[in-house]
């Protein structure tokens, strides 16, 4: 049985940002490489279908406000393994496996980076908590200890989410219609994460504030870019706050 005495630290790091921005996929791959490390899914808090908000102006279920998502259980759940409380309590996750994954190489190199940078790492447990919206609150930021920000221009993320089959849910599957990402993801994402850009455009940078005193990190994940960049990226943000951690 997992307890929390024995880890020396419990570090808890959230893979944020928009859809198809990258956060499943980097943080299944960092989660394949690190064996003390378990996933956790956003996506696997949320509502059922039938109450999913309909939005007014489309008729169309919001599957990317945060209204969508069961905010009270998930706090909790992470607060839980925090505290150490629900370690061996392994959610059964609607996750589908990713598409891109780390070569036998990469990973080689990537575990000799982890093991001189924080040699201690398997005495520890790394929760690596991927989702849509774990940065639209201020106080939901304030659950992890690293924080990492995908993010890609609308061009490369509409162009992804428009690639994809579609998501499973809680009670089907769900397929976008016709000009969702636009009418819908876009400005579901823009009107909840403004807030945290200079001049509240979330097609610039985040305020220096939030770089410097919430010590979030941006990572771009625009096309061309590499997974073995994005997990190495990740894993640079870990390694310098690891050492702060309690
Ligand atoms: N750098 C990249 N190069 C090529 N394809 C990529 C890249 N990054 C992500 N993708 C692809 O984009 C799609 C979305 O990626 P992923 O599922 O990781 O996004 P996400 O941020 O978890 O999105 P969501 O919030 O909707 O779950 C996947 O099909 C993935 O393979
Ligand atoms: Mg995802």
New binding site residues.
């Given amino acids: 049985m997992a307890e929390k005495q024995n880890y020396e630290k419990i570090v808890i790091v959230a893979?944020g940002?928009?859809?198809?921005?990258?956060?499943?996929?980097?943080?299944?791959a960092v989660n394949a490489l690190i064996k003390n490390s378990r996933l956790v899914h956003l996506?696997d808090f949320y509502y059922p279908d039938h109450d999913i908000p309909i939005d007014p102006t489309t008729n169309l279920p919001n599957w990317d406000c945060p209204e969508a998502i069961n905010f009270p259980r998930f706090t909790q759940y992470i607060k839980d393994i925090r505290d150490g409380k629900n370690l061996d309590e392994v959610i059964d996750t609607m996750?589908p496996d990713?598409?891109?994954k780390l070569s036998e190489t990469d990973e080689e190199l990537l575990l000799k980076e982890i093991a001189h940078n924080i040699p201690n790492l398997d005495k520890s447990l790394l929760v690596l908590v991927?989702?849509?919206m774990l940065f639209h609150d201020p106080e939901i930021i304030q659950l992890f200890d690293v924080r990492l920000f995908?993010h890609?221009s609308y061009k490369t993320l509409k162009q992804?989410?428009e690639?994809?089959k579609g998501?499973n849910t809680v009670e089907g599957f769900w397929v976008d219609p016709p000009n969702y990402f636009e009418d819908m993801v876009w400005p579901a994402y823009e009107i909840s994460h403004k807030y945290l850009f200079e001049n509240n455009d979330v097609n610039g940078r985040l305020k220096q504030s939030y770089r410097n005193d919430l010590r979030i990190r941006e990572i771009r994940?625009?096309?061309?870019?590499?997974?073995y960049t994005?997990v190495k990226w990740s894993l640079e943000a870990i390694y310098s706050q690891f050492q702060e951690c309690r």
């Fill in positions: 893979f940002g928009p859809s198809s921005s990258g956060k499943t996929t980097s943080a299944k996506d996750e990713t598409d891109l991927d989702g849509f995908f890609a992804r989410r690639a994809r998501y994940n625009e096309t061309g870019y590499h997974l994005l």
